[in-house]
């Protein structure tokens, strides 16, 4: 049998089945009314264009070519958003608080109820606009004492000497040093009782906590409410290695200055302001070292840079690597007044070192190191220019050191847009003190760094900067003892060996994908909707016993428990406790006999 004879035009189709079951020609369907893939998308989309419609509604659409029906009303994501509040409580001190502002956005932006606290002296206009211009947002400026960021002389910090231990002495010296004054440790605790008090009012659904906030964040545990520490310093894991270890005489003092002075022990006294008896001493502790266990309404913690630069491949549960949390939508541009500077460079095929503090740290400069940075850059030799942001503050001391460089080759700014900068064709180096969020910024824009740490976790920062190939370290030590020639070898290293620009590009290209707070803002949401504990869901339910049963094994566990607190985890702990166990059971029954 021939194929052509099996095929059939569907006109001779419709006529056979009207022949074989007869049907009124308006019930018989028509070739042209069966939906075409092209109808269902059209469908599709009338029913995308629906939802879109009034808020809350859901549409259905019977038939690619039907009218949509309206169907009973039902909550829409921002619907339920807007039900939930989340607070954030953070320090005047801007590496800090930016982090905050940044979730804060995207939290609002995502339909959620958002107070924002921070102490008078750190707001800036850009709070006051998300005020103005975002409803959800709410913006409580502290007018009561001030924070912790206003307490500590960082310069002093800054000029220490003992590199990562010296700097860590010198910080606590500066508690023991200001705390006992006369209205410091009250002007910390009016601030906390002010953020106490909105928070008591606004009852957030989860806070997120700046690190030195902790007592804040203890008071939130005991009221039954969720919490995130903003761990805004480099997270520290794994053994400590290079210029992130502190030497042996530093790590002595610093003991004897913990025993001795306690520097710590007036914020019991916080403590018991905010109620907080018997859990009122602030911790010191940060990174891995510092980490709680995941267990109940224990906190979370946001660490700020990618897990890739971080040392170990995990981390401990409840500790979650968010990114930057930077924008890569919202860089601002070039002061008009630089930009032909830079343009001059690129257009010359020279590079243009840059070259930023950050905030706190250029109290540490003087005439001395000045005059050190300034011969470094004149022996970089031909083909280099430098852009130096310093402040007005220090800007006499360039004068002072008696060096002089020509304009063209200098130039100094008080203030850049430093994103800006750094995303520049004409920018190929990055002299940083070594700051997070600085080094970031650098990463972001693929440029490899030159990191001058000053103290505490910029030394951390900087070691992971070596240990992954994105720059090199000079130390301050070094250049107090006038060692320019070895900061522009470093300078030429890095930006002439070409293995430190690809791996900062590399960087750039991961910071480029999981740009913006997404990150840390799923994670909040997680937190809100399905509780603190919802990492640990995977265990399942927890079945509990009777409560006679459950009082017997509670002391049968005492030893064990007690066991492990005196000795710590190591291999043998468990060996240890089930030995223990065994050894309670044998003399319970003995007394019994």
């Not at 502002?101 to 606009?129: C, N, Q």
């Not at 019991?268 to 309404?297: C, F, K, N, V």
């Not at 050191?401 to 100094?412: I, Q, Y």
Request: proline share 5%; aromatic share 6%; hydrophobic share 40%.
């Amino acid at each position: 049998m021939q194929t052509e004879s099996l095929l059939y035009s569907i006109e001779e189709r419709d006529a056979l089945a009207a022949k074989v079951c007869p049907l009124p020609i308006a019930d018989v369907p028509s070739s042209t009314s069966l939906p075409t893939l092209l109808q269902q998308r059209r469908g599709l989309r009338q029913r995308k264009q629906a939802d879109k419609g009034e808020k809350g509604q859901a549409i259905e659409v019977l038939h690619p070519g039907a009218e949509p029906r309206l169907l009973e009303t039902v909550p829409r994501n921002s619907d339920r958003n807007s039900q939930k509040c989340v607070a954030f409580a953070t320090v005047s001190m801007a590496g800090h608080f930016r982090l905050a502002l940044s979730l804060a956005e995207e939290m609002t932006s995502r339909g959620y109820k958002v107070d924002f606290l921070i102490a008078a002296r750190g707001v800036t206009e850009r709070m006051r606009a998300m005020e103005r211009e975002k409803p959800g947002f709410t913006l409580h400026a502290i007018q009561e004492g001030y924070d912790t960021g206003a307490v500590l002389d960082w310069p002093k910090v800054a000029s220490s000497s003992g590199r990562l231990g010296g700097s860590k002495v010198a910080l606590f010296s500066q508690f023991a040093d200001k705390l006992p004054q006369k209205g410091v440790l009250q002007a910390l605790i009016d601030c906390w009782m002010a953020m106490k008090g909105v928070l008591e009012e606004v009852r957030p659904d989860v806070i997120l906590l700046d690190h030195s906030h902790d007592l804040l964040q203890k008071w939130a545990e005991s009221q039954q409410i969720p919490s995130v520490i903003l761990h805004t310093p480099y997270y520290q894991t794994g053994p400590a290695t290079g210029c992130a270890r502190s030497g042996a005489m530093a790590t002595l003092e610093l003991k004897w200055l913990m025993a001795r002075r306690k520097p710590m022990a007036p914020f019991s006294q916080a403590g018991r302001a905010l109620g907080l008896d018997g859990q009122g001493g602030s911790s010191a502790a940060e990174g891995e070292a510092g980490a709680g266990t995941a267990q109940g309404l224990s906190p979370h913690t946001f660490v700020f840079c990618e897990p890739e630069l971080l040392h170990t491949a995990n981390l401990p549960a409840r500790v979650h690597a968010v990114g930057p949390c930077l924008s890569m939508d919202s860089i601002c541009r070039v002061d008009e007044a630089l930009l032909p500077w830079l343009e001059e460079a690129a257009a010359r095929g020279e590079r243009v070192l840059y070259v930023a503090m950050g905030t706190l740290g250029n109290g540490f400069l003087t005439t001395g190191i000045v005059g050190t940075l300034l011969d470094a850059f004149v022996s970089m030799g031909e083909g280099w220019r430098v852009l130096w942001s310093l402040p007005e503050a220090q800007q006499p001391l360039l004068s002072e050191s008696g060096r002089s460089l020509e304009a063209a080759r200098l130039r100094v700014e008080s203030f850049v847009c430093q994103r800006a900068v750094l995303d520049h064709r004409a920018v190929s180096l990055f002299l940083t003190h070594g700051g997070q969020s600085s080094v970031n910024e650098g990463l972001a824009a693929g440029i490899p760094l030159v990191c001058l740490p000053l103290f505490c976790d910029q030394y951390e920062m900087a070691e992971a900067v070596f240990r992954h190939g994105l720059g090199l370290v000079y130390h301050k030590d070094e250049a107090i003892a006038s060692q320019s020639e070895r900061l522009a070898q470093l300078i030429q290293r890095v930006a002439t060996e070409s293995h430190f620009s690809d791996m900062a590009k590399r960087y750039a290209q991961l910071l480029r994908l999981r740009a913006g707070s997404g990150r840390g803002a799923d994670l909040i949401e997680s937190i809100v909707h399905a509780g603190a504990g919802f990492q640990e869901l995977w265990q399942g339910p927890r079945i509990f016993a009777p409560a006679a049963q459950i009082s017997a094994s509670g002391q049968k566990q005492s030893f064990a428990l007690k066991l492990r607190g005196y000795v710590g985890a190591c291999s043998c702990i468990d060996g240890l406790a089930q030995w223990g166990l065994t050894w309670q059971a044998k003399s319970s029954n003995l007394a019994h006999k």
